[in-house]
């Protein structure tokens, strides 16, 4: 190949693929025992009790998720009583606690004193997710998420990295994961700076896509006309559009409710199953910009898409179904220093009247701000967009408050207006660290309080599966595989594409990070999994079936399924 094309493992052409992945059949024995043939899994981001029980009263009506409410959830991570949504979702997806923003890969040393101090083979280690697993079941998987899909929570089921803000080696693992339907934003991290997007590396991963025969759709429409095989839906750059705005800003994105329906019609058709996750990335960040109306449109169009999900589990009978979130945001209350008094009643009126008049996102108020940066500004803004007359002093105070959170100047108006002019009080911008509230439905599903990490093994049990002999057999320390005989580097000469390679009684293997290819003998394949490097401890991680490809002992993948007397622990089943 010639060098103007790049290095082989730069062009990912399915041409040059001489065999392809074997995914082993689900046992007829697997499938008897296993509680359940798809697994959904719907994440609320930073959503907590008060948010659901607002929206409760703002629809005048239960919420779709209300029937279904089973417990709560644990959500500390392993070094911080308060998480972020990468270790948070690492938890469920994984079924080990790890580090604040560690995605899927073991914790640091450094714990809290009540989580016990990792096995030090567990340090940065890649950790399989149940989507991996699934995936080796021979089910279709799925995600589906409103930020950029290689944000934390979506992350976390389909990437191994030990920092969330890695979003190239995400994304890049993403796309060489087979998963069979992606759909959210996130398209600058698919793209090289050449072509308009931020991938340091050179790579065009949408061409990649193409050759893996994905569909890659951008717009709802393209979307709802696709009828099966693999979609990859990238519907904006950066993240999609906060719901209260869609309409007015971008109407060609879908909602989550009609990316979760489409998700669910295509997956469905796998007789063996599937794993889907959702996520309502935005309801954390409306609650970071103490935002009610961008919180309240959200999470209405979460409960929506949690009853598309519910109403195909009632038909299906075979599907649990989990909706919960990674821990809350924004300390949201309903009641506030305007209602301490308590002997004066909070009518349904005080509460909702001022929240009915609200008609954008806090951002969107701040852009229109933008060419008006005077209290009048600000006053009129707020006005239109809110509905709320707010005193001139206030509007001083937004202005400060955006000069103090440069990088969130839409902080100031939900922080200001929220305490003096509605009922809802917020006591922060950040996370917080309380119990969320769980719902789930359907075979296996959990009841009480549950720890995060409990989660994922339910999640995994459900399904059969055995997450710790995934683990051993989708990521192999590399160095140890080859420890007699052999010899592995990490050759960082194109240093944005480092390359495994090893070397083998005479043969040489080259297997790309954050890739499923392995050139070995002159013929590139595809193996099961993705290749890891973890640059904080050195070590390289690659799949057990390239190891046996290396070696040239191919005697059939061990098995990753539960025994059949295996019960779920810490939960339980009704
Ligand atoms: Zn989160």
Redesign the pocket.
Known sequence: MGESRGAWYRVGGLLLIAAAVTILPSSPALAARAPAKNVIVL?A??CSHEQYTLARWFKGAPLALDGIRVGAVKTHSADSVI????P??SAFATGVRTSNTFVSVGPRDVTLSVVPRPDPELRYRPLATVLEGAKLLGKSTGIVATSRVSH??PAAYMAHVASRNREDDIMEQAVYQHVDVVFGGGKRHLLGKRDGGKRADGENLLDVLKERRYQVVETRDEMLRCKAGRIFGIFAMSHMEAEIDRQDCTPQQPTLEEMTRKAIEILSKNPRGFFLMVEA?QV?WACHVNDPAHLLSDLFMYDRAVEVALDFARRDRKTLVLAL???G?GGMTIGNRTTSATDSPITMEILLEPLKRMRVSAPALWNRVADDKTAEGVQRVVKDGWGIEISTEDAHRILAVAERDKDFPENGFGEVICPAYTAIGWTTHG?VGGDVPLHAFGPGRPAGLVDGPEIGKICAAALGLDLAKLTSRLFVEASNAFAKGGRVFLDQTDGHNPLVKVEFKGKTAELPVNKNLIKVGGVVSEVEGVVVYAPDTGKIYLPLQAVQMIKGTVKGMPDITLPAAAKVVGAAHR
């Open positions: 994440i981001d930073g998480a972020d949504s990468a948070a979702a934390a929570t990335s954390d979130s990674d821990h945001t996370h």
